[in-house]
């Protein structure tokens, strides 16, 4: 994964989904926190810092925690100073789709689960090697899987 693949992405459509699933705004209501809702399901974003996975480092997998879609890998997270959680690189090429962000007088790369839609984060060509992409996620887009 590279910076070139992901504009290429957002801008010329993304890789097919491994599997999908779609729920009506009432049912994705039911099953997440309201914070949650906010942030996937509207395309929210937590405060810097306050989130819940910001400063962990334990060994796992990190998951949608709309559809539990595997997203990322504890060995691909890193401290970015940035107020969410980082990652370099999602766990595969087919589990998150890009589209093109201009909100707020900005340009940016929104983050999104391929399976189920979820608002997850952005993406900025700003990350440490081999990749230089830094996976800027919203803590309450995931839950950690830890290691058996």
């Known amino acids: 994964m590279n910076w070139n693949k992901i504009i290429h992405y957002a801008t010329?459509?993304?890789l097919p989904a491994p599997r999908r699933i779609e729920k009506t705004a009432e049912?994705?209501?039911a099953i997440l926190t309201a914070e949650q809702?906010?942030?996937m399901r509207q395309h929210g974003t937590e405060r810097a810092f306050t989130?819940?996975?910001c400063?962990?480092?334990e060994a796992g997998r990190y998951a949608c925690a709309c559809c539990q879609t595997i997203l990322f890998d504890s060995t691909q997270k890193y401290d970015s100073y940035s107020g969410w959680p980082s990652f370099t690189?999602?766990?595969a090429a087919d589990v998150l789709q890009y589209h093109?962000?201009?909100n707020y007088g900005m340009v940016r790369v929104e983050v999104l689960c391929n399976v189920c839609d979820a608002h997850l984060g952005h993406v900025f060509p700003d990350g440490p090697p081999p990749t230089a992409?830094?996976?800027c996620i919203n803590s309450a887009a995931l839950t950690l899987a830890n290691e058996a």
């Open 12 to 14: 010329k459509g993304n």
């Open 27 to 29: 049912e994705w209501q």
């Open 37 to 39: 809702f906010r942030i």
């Open 51 to 53: 989130g819940e996975f």
């Open 55 to 57: 400063e962990r480092h």
């Open 89 to 91: 690189e999602p766990v």
């Open 100 to 102: 093109k962000d201009t």
């Open 133 to 135: 992409l830094r996976f």
